[in-house]
């Protein structure tokens, strides 16, 4: 556990040298970067996965504002200077991604270099949203500002299972053992109601202007995503003038579980060039 000023946050550590700090997505935590984190530390890096602020052990602060993303960003910062460095490399994936964009824009004196899966600046976003394709695929997050009936659905083994593998291109990668996994975290109790604060933080108080990300940025994009189309990638160097962008045509939403090592090989050489 790591105390980052407001929260304390339950980290995985692996490895030693370079900290690169992995922000998973929703319904994920920690266990989510399991394919990443002994090749990070073979590579020389320390590999840093935390819980998100209300997933599993970590702290679960009651009330919507609390999970703003400007709150979600400082847990960050402060989790990199609690285990005692000044910068860190930040890797993000879905909201995890979301997450390290924030970091980047609030707190760049902590980013080194910054790589996002799958993940959209929320610059983009707002002008995505307005077309009819990319509106139909965000259904969801209108969904979970609904009371109480989406906490009890997203812990059930059956939403977990349609979620993983449905969206897959490698279903096989999410046995039954990882949806139960996935499935106990969320049980922890207030652990759905925080996953879900997300969503409704960012609808309550949509960001009304974005900075830009000075760091050095990898995107790393599967392009059979059914939750976030490609055109989210489009005109992002408005927000991100240092990019790089990967994409994997045969690749998901979940592009770390469908293609771990092509990540990992992406991963390591973006951290790695000078």
Do not use: C
Not at 192 to 202: G, H, I, M, Q, T
Not at 224 to 253: C, K, N, T, Y
Request: aromatic share 10%.
């Amino acid at each position: 556990m790591v105390d980052t000023g407001e929260v304390a946050l339950h980290v995985l550590v692996e490895g030693s040298g370079t900290p690169v700090v992995l922000l998973h997505g929703f319904p994920e935590f920690s266990f989510g970067w399991r394919h990443q984190m002994a090749p990070l530390a073979a590579a020389g890096f320390q590999a840093i996965a935390p819980d998100l602020r209300g997933y599993d052990r970590s702290d679960k602060p009651q009330g919507v504002e609390k999970y703003e993303l400007s709150r979600l960003a400082a847990d960050i910062a402060g989790l990199i200077r609690g285990l005692g460095h000044s910068r860190a490399h930040v890797v993000g994936h879905d909201w995890g991604g979301i997450v390290a964009y924030q970091v980047a824009m609030d707190h760049p004196e902590v980013v080194d270099r910054l790589v996002i899966l799958n993940a959209p600046h929320l610059g983009r976003v707002a002008e995505a949203i307005r077309r009819p394709a990319q509106l139909l695929r965000s259904w969801y997050v209108y969904a979970f500002q609904l009371p109480w009936l989406p906490e009890r659905v997203i812990q059930s083994e059956a939403f977990l299972r349609k979620v993983f593998r449905s969206w897959a291109t490698h279903p096989e990668r999410f046995g039954d053992e990882v949806i139960a996994e996935y499935a106990r975290a969320l049980r922890v109790p207030g652990a759905a109601r925080a996953a879900l604060n997300y969503y409704r933080a960012l609808v309550r108080r949509i960001p009304t202007s974005h900075g830009t990300v000075r760091a050095p940025t990898l995107v790393l994009w599967g392009e059979q995503d059914r939750a976030l189309g490609a055109e989210l990638l489009e005109g992002l160097e408005r927000w991100v003038p240092d990019l790089r962008i990967q994409r994997f045509p045969r690749a998901s939403h979940w592009l770390q579980h469908d293609e771990p090592e092509a990540v990992n090989a992406a991963l390591i050489a973006f951290l790695k060039s000078p």
